[in-house]
Nanobody, 117 residues
């Protein structure tokens, strides 16, 4: 069983920065995909950023966060971080850590990010 624990959310003014962290425990495939999704009130959950590993490491970002957010991963520690800069009010959402390991989808409980204008 894989457990994911997020931290780092909070309230920040527009233009500010936050760093989200996710610690994964349990049996995780070394080529597991790890990433972050978010869900704003009244909207569907959407991909923010993801790292996948195969013959090379691949990064995927939502268009709305490209150039502002950076995802990173520590394979030895099974952690995945999301550095969020130049935050905008539209980034306000609950952010969820996600791991896909051995074809199973795992989610954290989420951490709230509120960006005030």
């Amino acid at each position: 069983q894989v457990q994911l624990v997020e931290s780092g959310g909070g309230l920040v003014q527009a233009g500010g920065s936050l760093r989200l962290s996710c610690a994964a425990s349990g049996s995780i495939f070394r080529f597991a995909a790890m990433g972050w999704f978010r869900q704003a009130p009244g909207k569907q959950r959407e991909l923010v950023a993801r790292i996948t590993r195969g013959s090379s490491t691949n990064y995927a970002y939502a268009e709305s966060v490209k150039g502002r957010f950076t995802i990173s991963r520590d394979n030895a520690k099974n952690t995945v971080d999301l550095q969020m800069n130049s935050l905008k009010p539209e980034d306000t959402a609950v952010y969820y850590c996600n791991v896909v390991s051995f074809s199973e989808n795992y989610w954290g409980r989420g951490t709230q990010v509120i960006v005030s204008s």
